[in-house]
């Protein structure tokens, strides 16, 4: 209401609680893969303590878009797969287990296929319930979720992939390399 200040929200106990325990989301996107995304998680989980970490690939048919086969792309049936196995989470290398290392909380892995990621997304998010701050590498995620912050990694003259070029618009800040 015009006039009123806005603390007045905080007199209604519902409103207050569903806007102060509502998951704080940041992601982070790159131009293109290899450009330093899991590294700027990695200096965010070592500040903001407690928060988790969701890593998020499409799986793309036919050419792989990072020139090799690391297997990612591989051997998914469903629509989607949530990877929690601490076995797999931690494979040295990874970039889950990069995040767990700089101090992620909680650290998932979403696996989909364009036509899941949706629905997939919508369901590892709600495996954060309770969680102090959610941080998520992926792009393409920017089609279906508006975070607190979006930050693209991008390198000085860095040409955008499509994916990127796609979500433009709902990058918040851009960090250069």
């Known amino acids: 209401m015009p006039g009123r200040p806005e603390f007045f929200i905080f007199g209604n106990e ?57 297997g990612a792309c591989n051997g998914l049936d469903s629509k989607f797969s949530i990877i929690s196995d601490k076995g797999l989470l931690n494979e040295k290398g990874k970039d889950t287990q990069r995040f767990k290392k700089a101090g992620a909380r909680k650290v998932l892995w979403l696996r989909a296929k364009p036509e899941g990621l949706k629905k997939g997304l919508k369901k590892a998010v709600s495996m954060f319930k309770g969680a102090k701050g959610l941080i998520i590498e992926g792009t393409s995620v920017l089609r279906y979720i508006r975070p607190d912050l979006a930050i693209l990694v991008k390198k000085k003259n860095s040409v955008l992939k499509p994916s990127a070029k796609e979500v433009f618009n709902k990058i918040d800040l851009i960090f250069t390399v």
């Open 14 to 70: 519902k409103i207050r609680d569903k806007f102060l325990t509502r998951l704080k989301i940041i992601t982070i996107s790159g131009s293109h893969s290899k450009v330093g995304k899991t590294a700027l998680a990695e200096r965010m989980f070592k500040r903001l303590k407690g928060w988790s970490g969701l890593k998020v690939t499409v799986a793309h048919n036919g050419v792989c878009p990072t020139g090799k086969n690391c």
